[in-house]
């Protein structure tokens, strides 16, 4: 009998154990450390008919929706007063630092403020039609039961950008936390199970993807997918989703260009590029993973960047004076390791890093490799997602733009240059959901956020993203 802390899954207002569990690892140590409960076919099958039962019931449906509005504010006062106990599990089960961990909570206790806000103001419409013995209106109403699917890192924002706008607009989910690292989501269920909601609103399971994700995406009581994941599980999603022809929205990978001229800020543009791609040790779908740097500067940028790279603070998660933990995953360490040698091999140069630090735990350490002279080197295309970045000098600003679009992702991208007029046309010829300019990494609620081609479709964050979870209902009434 194993004597490892255990999570439960949160099922129609309850906690439950499952018919099987598996060990989470401690990415700092590679040992385990807790026991996780893996939903399958049955506890699936629960949670979505309890969310169903909670979507028809009176004590949601029958809900104003201030009343949602106010159970949100009072979800993110309890999210605010838990904050340490959720930072630290998020850190532990995923290796994310503690001092990004407790930062970014504090803003996801403000985006469920945002969509509390806006639960009173997603409004219908009345067409003025040319009848005058006709009324016609347009009602929002909730979309239904939605399925939202994460992956492991920033799990505690990923889920806040589909729970938020979902429950405000009256939607009821299963949320499936990710196999890697699911312990912050568990423990988040008890804090939502304090703040008063009906039972079944939202259920929090977790496992595999191919068993439980698979079959929770294509439930044919499922109404609606909020996936947040890689390509691959995306294309699964849509496969799954022509089962029940839910709508889907899919916040897939990135392999987003920082574009730096040499009229830039330099300094500015040496930090925001190392926050840019080592934050959350690389780990982050908005990665500034790909520099483009004009080649007048590029020597003195890269040799800029090796230097603060090498004295990134390496240690462990827990330690407030680490800057870059460990990779979540053994699998991720290797897949890094692999492609470093793999784009080597191409013709790359390695600027630092690109081997696994020995010792225990999945670390790997701030890499920067120049492909100049290695176009075909694959750490151009392929995401990494761990600390890596890919860098290509480019002499105008045609061939910046070239370079910055030719890739299958579309999420995000940066442009430093202190010419405004060049960083408009920058910011037209740009094939990327997010432009930031002269900044990196800046979000806020009120901001859509969402990609182009492989990085998906749909946008989360904003008013558009809490209309998505409704549908339009016309009514043609004869006066
Ligand atoms: P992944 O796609 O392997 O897994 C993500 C989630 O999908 C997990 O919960 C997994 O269990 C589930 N899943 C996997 N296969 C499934 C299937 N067939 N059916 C249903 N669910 C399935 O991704 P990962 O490796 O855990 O996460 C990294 C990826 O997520 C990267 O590509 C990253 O860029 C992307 N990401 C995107 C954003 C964004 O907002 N665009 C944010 C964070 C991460």
Known sequence: MSTLPAFQLYIDGSFRDAAASFDSLDPATGQPWARMPEARAAEVNEAVAAARRAFHGAEWAGLTAGQRGKLLLRLADLIEQNASRLAELETRDTGKIIRETRAQIA????????????????????????????????????????????????????SAVKIGPALAAGCTMVLKASEDGPAPMLEFARIFDQAGFPAGVLNVITGFGPDCGAILTSHP??????????????????????QNLA????????????????????????????????????????????????????????????????????????????EVGPLCTARQRDNAAALCDRSVAAGATLVTGGKPIDGTGYYFPPTVLDCTEAPEAPCLTEEFFAPVLSAQGFDTESD??????????????GVFTRDLTRAHRMIRGIRAGVVWVNTYRAVSPMAPFGGHGL????????????????KIKTVWLRT
């Not at 791609?277 to 780990?283: N, T």
């Not at 030719?406 to 995000?412: C, K, M, S, V």
């Not at 990085?455 to 409704?470: I, M, N, V």
């Open 247 to 322: 709508s889907t929205s899919l916040e897939l990978g990135g392999k987003s260009p920082f574009i730096v001229f040499e009229d830039a800020d330099l300094d500015s543009a040496v930090n925001a590029q190392i926050s840019g791609i080592f934050a959350a040790s690389g780990q982050s779908c908005v990665a500034g993973s790909r520099l483009l740097v004009q080649n007048s500067i590029r020597a003195e940028f890269l040799d800029r960047l090796r230097h603060k790279a090498e004295k990134i603070v390496i240690g462990g998660p827990q330690d407030m004076a680490t």
């Open 107 to 158: 803003y996801v206790a403000e985006y469920y403020r945002y969509y509390a806000g806006l639960a009173d103001k997603i409004e219908g419409a009345h067409l003025p039609i040319d009848k005058p013995d006709m009324e016609v209106w347009l009602r929002r109403e909730p979309l239904g039961v939605v399925a939202a699917v994460v992956p492991w890192n920033s799990q505690l924002f990923l």
């Open 400 to 413: 910046a733009l070239r370079l910055a679009n030719d890739t299958d992702y579309g999420l995000a991208s």
């Open 455 to 470: 990085s998906g479709h749909g946008r989360e964050g904003g008013l558009a993203a809490a209309l998505d979870y409704t």
């Open 221 to 242: 009581d499922i109404d609606h997918v909020a996936f947040t994941g890689g390509p691959e599980a995306g294309r699964q999603i849509l496969r799954n989703s022509a």
